[in-house]
């Protein structure tokens, strides 16, 4: 055995030594504080004899934990993942009531629920204890993580891995270009400054450029894009199908499912990750083989569906597990004491902020973050070709607080550290990284429209139809990506859309959909796109109503005349193929709505009727048709202008005088960019060449 492994094994030893001392000092200050925990007998003991007890009690527990905990979270594989995450506490404090019950001494004993505060407090101190001796020998760390590294790619620790770079791809969902730049320039996002403009004169690892979505700013249209090359006719968040029957919702995972299916016959390719790749948090797969919380194979069961992997591999370790459960908890009282605050300033504006969603911003913020993070280091030290991770906390946080609110500040100083904590795995993987940190949207600030009018938008449209509009306003449903993540985790099907399923309207009755700042009209009795014309003949006043309304900013329909039309107030008219940006009903929308707004309306599946709220050009202020404060689906503001950040290393996204539009668009870089990694040899079709020719 040569040196420098008995060298490491002498380091171990001296750590685990190190942990066993830290939990044992901890089980004696707890049981001198807690009245329900005691290491001695009833009629007392000597202070060597608790002490034998305490060594005794935390060697026991923290060899079960090590032993017992991952089989007992394999059992539990079959449990819903958030319900897993929550069984956490009790897990635990069950291993330590066994540890004290076969405690050689017999002298330990604890009510059970101080056996959950003691293990929750012990498994907290041995990580941090291990974490911190570990980082301190960066030697005897440097050759843990190769080992572990060749484990995980089954390869004996003395053979070579991959030489050549592999890249990582994180979102960080709705982070919008001026967002980040802002964070940056406040010091909540040290770990990119450094990137950008490093403090000790080096030159910079990284550039950062904004990037345009389509019409459909929102993370179906985009991640679809990206991981899987097309986007074709996805016009919303949610949309009704004419010819199903059926609404599609981008984050149900039957919908997501369905249009992975869609891309992959369009492009011919199974997506970017197809090669050695792998997939965490997202909706779609991108073609890879390693998944873990993946909405679109979230549905599947039997053997193929890997997504609880990633939910085993996090939680089999117990101090890892019982620090998430913890966060998870003291987020869910953040949560609740923002709110309150919240409401007794009577800031403007608000939405309701009670119910669940304090656990389904936890479950974005802390449990989300953690099983992805967690992930994607497996990943890293697996060496993997290509990754691909979506983080949704600020994206949830911001749609209830505001992008630009101090709560969605504070989660985004914490997206920082996840991307330093991957930067420092990177140092010790087994190839060098390339990180790529991405955004797949912005979100635009501004109050709703039901806030502002008094009435939903379906109200609007039912009273434009002349259709009986109820008194009370009813609330629609947040389409943010988290809560279709928590209902997956909990094995529930994704809610029903506002309004209720087709199924149960009158068959003459338009289906009304919102998609942020969005809306869509669709009449299920007619087979195909309706045009203006037949619209006007069977409610005449309906399309002067949403047009002439001070909320909305235009509407597009299918014209009879002139192929399509894009009305504005005032009677306004522009046929589709005459749009400008700048001019008419798209003049506060920004460069590119017009070929984004001709882009949507040749889709099969666009709406009867597709309505854009109104914006501020100045501000950048929307009026959301979901019960949102910060939204993103249509055009306006900053929603439609998320950020790229990628190494120097890697060869510019576009020239100079050429800016990134559409989803589409980025995977053709990132094809290029794994092309450069010599990472998976993805071979591009005979029309992309011809597109990255042209760039």
Same mark, same amino acid.
């Given at each position: ?9 002498? !380091? ?39 002490? $034998? ?21 394999? &059992?539990?594989?079959?449990? +819903? ?51 911190? &001796? ?28 991959? $030489?050549? +770079? ?12 001026? $967002? ?231 989660? &985004? ?117 309706? !045009? ?9 006043? &309906? ?98 202008? +998320?950020?790229?950040?990628? +190494? ?48």
């Amino acid at each position: 055995m040569g040196r420098g492994r008995w060298r490491s094994l002498i !380091s171990a030893g001296g750590r685990s030594i190190a942990v066993w001392a830290a939990s044992t000092a901890t089980m004696l200050v707890l049981a001198g504080i807690l009245p329900d925990f005691r290491l001695q007998s009833a009629g007392g003991d000597s202070a060597t004899r608790i002490a $034998v007890t305490a060594a005794a009690g935390a060697g026991v527990f923290g060899l079960l934990s090590s032993l017992v905990w991952p089989l007992l979270v394999r &059992l539990l594989l079959l449990v +819903p993942a958030l319900v897993l995450g929550l069984l956490v506490f009790f897990l635990n404090g069950s291993l330590l009531l066994v540890a004290l019950r076969i405690n050689p001494s017999g002298h330990g004993e604890a009510a059970p629920e101080t056996a959950v505060v003691v293990a929750a407090v012990m498994s907290a101190v041995a990580s941090a204890t291990g974490a911190a &001796l570990a980082v301190r020998d960066d030697d005897a760390y440097r050759r843990r993580l190769y080992r572990l590294a060749a484990r995980r790619r089954g390869r004996a620790p003395g053979q070579a891995g991959p $030489v050549t +770079p592999g890249a990582v791809f994180v979102q960080l969902d709705g982070v919008g270009h001026e $967002v980040l730049r802002a964070a940056v320039d406040k010091g909540l996002m040290p770990t990119v400054a450094s990137w950008l403009a490093p403090s000790d004169g080096r030159a910079p690892t990284h550039r950062l450029t904004g990037w345009r979505t389509d019409w459909s700013s929102q993370t179906g249209a985009s991640q679809l894009g990206i991981l899987h090359g097309s986007n074709h006719d996805v016009p919303a968040f949610r949309w009704y199908e004419k010819d199903s029957g059926e609404v599609m919702v981008c984050n149900r995972p039957t919908s997501a499912a369905e249009l992975q299916r869609r891309a992959i016959a369009r492009t011919g390719d199974g997506g970017l990750l197809t090669a050695d790749g792998a997939s965490r948090g997202n909706l779609f797969s991108g073609g890879a083989d390693q998944l873990a919380l993946v909405l679109s194979v979230a549905a599947r069961r039997g053997r193929e569906n890997r997504s609880r992997a990633g939910y085993f591999a996090y939680f089999s370790d117990p101090a890892g597990a019982v620090r998430t459960a913890m966060s998870f908890v003291a987020d869910v009282g953040r949560e609740t004491g923002q709110s309150i605050r919240a409401r007794l300033a009577k800031q403007r504006p608000r939405v309701g902020r009670g119910g669940l969603y304090p656990f389904v911003r936890a479950f974005a913020t802390v449990v989300e973050r953690d099983v992805v993070v967690a992930a994607v280091i497996g990943d890293m030290l697996a060496g993997r070709n290509a990754v691909y991770a979506d983080l949704v906390a600020y994206d949830e946080v911001a749609h209830h607080s505001g992008p630009h609110s101090r709560d969605a500040e504070q989660v &985004l100083r914490k997206l920082d550290r996840s991307l330093a904590l991957l930067a420092q795995v990177a140092e010790h993987a087994p190839r060098p990284y390339r990180i790529v940190v991405l955004s797949d949207h912005g979100q635009s600030p501004g109050e709703t429209f039901r806030t502002r009018y008094g009435l939903s938008l379906g109200h609007l449209v039912r009273a434009g139809c002349a259709l009986p509009v109820p008194r009370r306003v009813e609330r629609t449903h947040s389409g943010a990506e988290a809560r279709a993540a928590v209902r997956a985790a909990l094995r529930r099907p994704v809610e029903e859309v506002d309004g209720g399923h087709p199924a149960t309207r009158r068959r003459s009755e338009p289906v009304v959909l919102a998609s942020g700042n969005l809306g869509l009209v669709s009449f299920p009795d007619v087979p195909h796109r309706m !045009s203006k014309e037949e619209i006007d003949r069977r409610h005449p006043a &309906l399309l002067s109503t949403l047009a002439e309304h001070p909320g909305v900013g235009f509407v597009l329909v299918r014209s009879e005349e002139h192929g399509g039309l894009v009305l504005g107030a005032h009677g306004v008219q522009v046929p589709v193929d005459r749009l400008a940006d700048g001019t008419g009903p798209l003049a506060d929308f920004g460069p590119g709505a017009a070929d984004a707004v001709r882009r949507t309306h040749s889709f099969p599946h666009t709406a009867d009727i597709m309505i854009n709220s109104w914006c501020d050009p100045d501000s950048g202020e929307v009026l959301a048709f979901e019960e949102q404060i910060g939204s993103h689906g249509g055009l306006g503001g900053a929603q439609g202008r +998320p950020f790229l950040l990628w +190494p120097v290393s890697l060869s510019a996204p576009a020239g100079d005088s050429t800016e990134l539009v559409g989803a589409e668009r980025l995977h053709q870089v990132f094809r290029r960019w794994l092309r450069e990694c010599d990472g998976p040899q993805v071979p591009l079709t005979g029309r992309e060449d011809e597109t990255e020719r042209a760039a």
